[in-house]
Antibody, heavy 121, light 107 residues
Framework: QVQLVESGGGVVQPGRSLRLSCAAS????????VHWVRQAPGKGLEWVAL????????YYADSVRGRFTISRDNSKNTLYLQMKSLRPDDTAVYYC??????????????WGQGTLVTVSS | DIQMTQSPSSLSASVGDRVTITCRAS??????LNWYQQKPGKAPKLLIY???NLQSGVPSRFSGSGSGTDFTLTISSLQPEDFAAYYC?????????FGPGTKVDIK
């Protein structure tokens, strides 16, 4: 069955860096685009970034562009989110989500359970 | 960036009620509109993609309609497991913005 498992969250001081991972299984990871979406405590969903199936195209929310980098290793079936210059408003649960049918345009059909990032001194 | 609004922000309904949630985009997004359901402490679940396409495994009481800037999610007969938050998301242009959500609770 399709599974996405995020890891790497934790408590980090403002200005520091953190790398999240999303391990995929149960499908051919290398043929699917993948999203990162976050949710601040008690708030709504915020789309963060998208990477194409082969990593050649990457897209970012304005709030993270220049600070976050999305990448993937298809040989390891793993998606990454490198986060730098973290700010308190980056505090959120971070989800990875598989692009529905491989298409950028149809949302995310499978989601991980999320990993919590807390940015605080 | 495309801004998404939803109405109402919350509603109270009874089991068996017909429920309609509206989503509006700040510019035309054709039919690139997705709907999600989220329960507390859980990841979102895709219900509808491309405005009116029911995701596999989603009950047929859920339906979506609309194009351009105005979209609707309808639950034809609310069930106990449907009490949750609902979000729309445009996937016409990046950033793929979400609406602020609609919370459906028990009357």
């Amino acid at each position: 069955q399709v599974q996405l498992v995020e890891s790497g969250g934790g408590v980090v001081q403002p200005g520091r860096s953190l790398r999240l991972s999303c391990a995929a299984s149960g499908f051919t990871f290398s043929t699917y685009a993948v999203h990162w979406v976050r949710q601040a405590p008690g708030k709504g969903l915020e789309w963060v970034a998208l990477i194409s199936f082969d990593g050649s195209n990457k897209y970012y929310a304005d709030s993270v562009r220049g600070r976050f980098t999305i990448s993937r290793d298809n040989s390891k079936n793993t998606l990454y989110l490198q986060m730098k210059s973290l700010r308190p408003d980056d505090t959120a649960v971070y989800y990875c989500a598989r692009a529905t049918g491989g298409s950028y345009r149809h949302g995310g059909d499978y989601w991980g359970q999320g990993t919590l990032v807390t940015v605080s001194s | 960036d495309i801004q998404m609004t939803q109405s109402p922000s919350s509603l109270s309904a009874s089991v068996g009620d017909r429920v309609t949630i509206t989503c509006r985009a700040s510019q035309s997004i054709s039919s690139f509109l997705n709907w999600y359901q989220q329960k507390p402490g859980k990841a979102p679940k895709l219900l509808i993609y491309a405005a009116s396409n029911l995701q596999s495994g989603v009950p047929s009481r859920f339906s979506g309609s609309g194009s351009g800037t105005d979209f609707t999610l309808t639950i034809s007969s609310l069930q106990p497991e449907d009490f949750a938050a609902y979000y729309c998301q445009q996937s016409f242009n990046t950033p793929f913005t979400f609406g602020p959500g609609t919370k459906v609770d028990i009357k």
